[in-house]
């Protein structure tokens, strides 16, 4: 049982390139989410997902898409990477109507 | 909206010591509170939670009550080691399962 895995662990992209976070797990969860966290600013809500085939957006959307096409992955999207894009990004899981995340070890990224 | 609002750090103490974390909250409703802790290179781990109103979450010798009067969390622990140098998170969840952090709160414990 892996829990919530995220991939790649690190990443540097130039300003203006493209490119896919994915997240994994295996708890057989209804939501899914993907956070960011900066320094100070604890973690901040990208966009979520209830369910295979629906997500939604949330705290601080613009730059990124989402895709859940199977219930057990979670893709972040990023189409043209900027600067202040550079974060580390957490990908939760969890059961519906259960208080509690559980959390990916996290990617960094650095956009230069 | 929901906020969570915690002391800003570090707190840095020596092993042995009495530790204390505040967190207070502004919520809708009867939400879930939570601590979460992050060490060094790591994600979140959940540390305790505390569902409704006068609740005590336990773990590893921290804990925190629910105080609704004071719309309170505080974390404390009776006597802090090295290994509990992380950075520390208040959160709070309403219906739909969102989370809503504090900022955070690092931890250094001397020796």
């Known amino acids: 049982n892996a829990g919530v895995t995220q991939t790649p662990k690190f990443r540097v992209l130039k300003t203006g390139q493209s490119m896919t976070l994915l997240c994994a797990q295996d708890?057989?969860?209804?939501?899914m989410y993907w956070y960011r966290q900066d320094p100070g600013m604890g973690l901040r809500l990208i966009h979520y997902?209830?369910?295979?085939?629906?997500?939604a957006k949330g705290e601080v959307p613009d730059g990124y898409n989402v895709s859940r096409l199977k219930k057990q992955n979670f893709l972040l999207g990023l189409e043209s990477a900027a600067p202040s894009q550079t974060s580390v990004y957490f990908c939760?899981?969890?059961?519906?109507?259960?208080?509690?995340?559980?959390f990916g070890p996290g990617t960094r990224l650095t956009v230069t | 909206g929901n906020s969570v609002t915690q002391m800003e750090g570090p707190v840095t103490l020596s092993e042995e010591a009495f530790l204390t974390i505040n967190c207070t909250y502004t919520?809708?409703?009867?939400?879930?509170l939570f601590w979460y802790v992050q060490y060094p290179g790591e994600g979140l781990q959940l540390l305790l939670k505390?569902?409704?109103?006068?609740d005590k979450g336990s773990n590893k010798g921290f804990e925190a009550t629910y105080r609704k009067e004071t719309t309170s969390f505080h974390l404390e622990k009776g006597s802090v080691q090295v290994s509990d140098s992380a950075v520390y998170f208040c959160?709070?969840?309403?219906?739909?399962?969102?989370?809503?952090f504090g900022g955070g709160t690092r931890l250094m414990v001397k020796p």
């Open positions: 939760a899981s969890s059961y519906s109507g259960t208080p509690g995340q559980y």
């Open positions: 708890m057989n969860h209804e939501y």
């Open positions: 997902s209830v369910g295979e085939g629906t997500t």
């Open positions: 919520a809708t409703g009867y939400p879930s």
């Open positions: 505390a569902t409704k109103a006068d």
């Open positions: 959160a709070l969840q309403n219906a739909g399962n969102m989370l809503t």
